[in-house]
């Protein structure tokens, strides 16, 4: 046969016709099946991403964090003013995008929790997919370690927390979008496509604003460079430019807003124990990837009472034998060397080298970061398997069944706040879970038991303010005034500018009518804290007490510029006028509390207004609207109005 023959090949058709079909044909139906069984792979990520999840799409909003970002008045204003919610930041956190997504969720489904969670299971499936993606990318079509990457992506245990939790919504969001980056920039190395680069900065801006985090980014851009050999050139970092400018004026912002909240800017740790502590998680993260077991959602700190565990003095030699790995791997795989990078990389803001929170390490923080290990491990299987499919596949599959079985369980314990933190006692015994736990019981107004856990929180940590300040509020709820006084003291005595104790603390003189001291504590909260309503708001309430209406008044108009449809402080504010002789204006805003809430007090204090207006009529109306709801009138008042007591 001729050579130019051999790129054909004959096919016989059903009448018995003899055609050629040249190798182009072939391609397309080896194309085709690649395709397929690609769309296979695709379908087993996504569906044990989805699947797996199943008792999480049960969950609901959790009393850990969940309060500051699926909370209904900032929802509600945010749809008065669309840019109260964008430019608003959380926790000190800017991230415009993660809001608008959870007010789309408030829209959808309300405070029910269902839709959150629905859309935070179909951005994990998002992801894992992408994930897929890129390592095909990155290994030019090497599907099996793609795969292997996107399916351990997709279902190991210590992305639960990411993905579970409505809070973490950022996770799984600044992800999609990080990952949808990194495909761009790995076309442009591939392709030189300036229309490529510029879809890497535009997902790298989107990233940002889901979640700061993504301000490492530039940075993982070199570990693709650093793994497609790319020569170190000039044009290599003018490239990068763009990119690490925004990182700049995103990283200023996010300091910012944290420098007087979860930084620790007194130095709670010297500077040999933060070192110690950062290459702690390096080693803890990647001993939970292998050992995936007693997860908890908080993970304390160790030292700040006593001497660092073993654990961390070992730490840092871990750190030198992966430092050795990429080293060694330099010349050889740089499978290896990006591997590690990345997983680096992507932890360096949380590894508590300037300690954050009050946690040393998270499950969250592992999402991005584990792609890096898991593309070690798809190389390292692929190459042990030497290109056989079925026993590369066999090979994963005992490690699948094993991370699904404790993805499940996890992804139930995060039902509700009570499973979540009665999991974490049974797990890992610490002063966060038994006051988050106290908070459930709280909220459920079991105050007594509430109390029981806050007690055993702050025997654990007797510094924490946070025990000593819920627990008061729950001695309030019990109405043990006195214990509630001896919290908030102590919480104060922990944290002398904690304007909410203080707060409290004003409330605790106000109904022993020390208005003196009262009036002290709300001025004190509303200087450290200049837009803390509640001062506000119980200021008012003391100066009536003192009958300085007018102060009262400007306290209350205070109050209602962040609580504007507030019926019982529009009430209020229509009883300070009445009660300071000025009835016609006290009309106007008693209708508009009576236009958003029934209220008979509402009634009866509009009657007074009527009255004292000579509109015996439609004060005679409103009393009697007043009285047959159980409310005593003013026997001088109920004489004018014929009204029998």
């Given at each position: 046969m001729s050579k130019k023959s051999t790129s054909k090949y004959s096919v016989v058709t059903p009448k018995g016709q003899v055609r050629k079909a040249d190798s182009r044909s072939s391609t397309k139906a080896k194309n085709g099946k690649a395709a397929q069984t690609k769309f296979w792979e695709i379908f087993i990520i996504a569906f044990l991403a989805v699947v797996l999840y199943i008792p999480a799409l049960?969950?609901?909003?959790?009393?850990?964090?969940d309060p500051d970002y699926v909370n209904e008045e900032f929802f509600k204003q945010g749809l008065l003013n669309l840019r109260h919610l964008i430019v608003t930041p959380i926790q000190g956190n800017y991230h415009p995008l993660t809001m608008l997504s959870l007010l789309f969720n408030y829209l959808v489904s309300g405070m029910n929790g269902w839709s959150y969670h629905f859309l935070n299971v179909l951005l994990h499936l998002a992801n894992s997919i992408l994930v897929f993606r890129f390592v095909l990318l990155l290994t030019k079509g090497k599907r099996v370690i793609a795969f292997i990457s996107a399916i351990l992506f997709a279902i190991h245990p210590m992305h639960v927390e990411s993905v579970a939790w409505i809070s973490e919504r950022k996770d799984v969001l600044y992800t999609l979008f990080f990952m949808l980056g990194l495909i761009s920039y790995t076309k442009y190395v591939d392709t030189r496509n300036r229309k490529q680069y510029a879809g890497a900065l535009v997902f790298f801006v989107l990233s940002l604003l889901s979640k700061p985090a993504a301000v490492i980014f530039p940075l993982v851009?070199?570990?693709?460079?650093?793994?497609?050999?790319?020569?170190?050139?000039?044009?290599?970092?003018?490239?990068?430019?763009?990119?690490?400018?925004?990182?700049?004026?995103?990283?200023?912002?996010?300091?910012?807003?944290?420098?007087?909240?979860?930084?620790?800017?007194?130095?709670?740790?010297?500077?040999g124990t933060r070192l110690l502590m950062g290459f702690y998680g390096i080693m803890m993260y990647f001993i939970k990837m292998i050992l995936p077991f007693n997860l908890s959602p908080f993970y304390p700190f160790a030292g700040a009472n006593g001497p660092l565990p073993t654990a961390y003095y070992i730490a840092p030699l871990f750190s030198l034998l992966l430092a050795a790995a990429c080293i060694y791997s330099w010349k050889r795989k740089r499978v290896v060397v990006f591997g590690i990078l990345f997983y680096i990389i992507n932890l360096l803001l949380v590894l508590q080298f300037l300690p954050v929170g009050s946690a040393i390490i998270a499950d969250r923080y592992t999402y991005v970061p584990y792609i890096g290990l898991f593309f070690i491990i798809g190389w390292f299987i692929n190459d042990f398997a030497k290109g056989k499919v079925y026993k590369a596949y066999a090979i994963t599959i005992p490690a699948v069944l094993l991370l699904s079985v404790l993805t499940f369980r996890q992804s139930s314990v995060w039902e509700n706040s009570a499973s979540l933190w009665d999991h974490a006692l049974s797990t890992n015994p610490n002063f966060k879970a038994y006051l988050n736990r106290a908070l459930a019981y709280d909220q459920e107004k079991n105050y007594e038991k509430a109390i029981e856990f806050y007690t055993e929180g702050i025997r654990l940590n007797p510094k924490e303010r946070d025990g000593q300040f819920l627990r008061g509020k729950a001695y309030v709820a019990l109405n043990k005034p006195d214990s509630a006084y001896q919290d908030f003291k102590s919480c104060l005595a922990i944290d002398s500018v904690y304007f909410a104790a203080m707060d409290n603390l004003g409330v605790i003189y106000l109904g022993r009518k020390q208005y003196d001291s009262a009036l002290s504590s709300f001025n004190r909260a509303l200087e450290l804290k200049a837009d803390y309503s509640s001062s506000y708001k119980n200021r008012a309430l003391t100066f009536m007490e003192l009958k300085r209406y007018e102060e009262a008044i400007t306290d209350f108009k205070n109050?209602?510029?962040?609580?504007?449809?507030?019926?019982?402080?529009?009430?209020?504010?229509?009883?300070?006028?009445?009660?300071?002789?000025?009835?016609?204006?006290?009309?106007?805003?008693i209708d508009k509390a009576l236009a958003l809430k029934q209220d008979p007090h509402f009634y009866l204090n509009r009657a007074y207004c009527y009255g004292a207006l000579k509109n015996s009529q439609q004060a005679r109306k409103d009393a009697m609207i007043a009285k047959q709801a159980g409310l005593i009138l003013e026997p001088v008042f109920a004489q004018q109005m014929g009204i029998q007591q």
């Open positions: 049960k969950g609901g909003i959790l009393n850990w964090d851009l070199f570990c693709v460079d650093i793994f497609t050999r790319r020569k170190f050139t000039h044009t290599l970092i003018v490239e990068k430019i763009p990119f690490l400018v925004l990182s700049l004026a995103m990283g200023v912002i996010t300091y910012m807003g944290q420098k007087e909240g979860a930084v620790d800017i007194h130095g709670t740790f010297d500077t109050f209602l510029k962040y609580q504007p449809k507030d019926p019982d402080i529009l009430n209020a504010i229509g009883a300070c006028y009445r009660l300071n002789g000025d009835d016609q204006n006290a009309l106007p805003f």
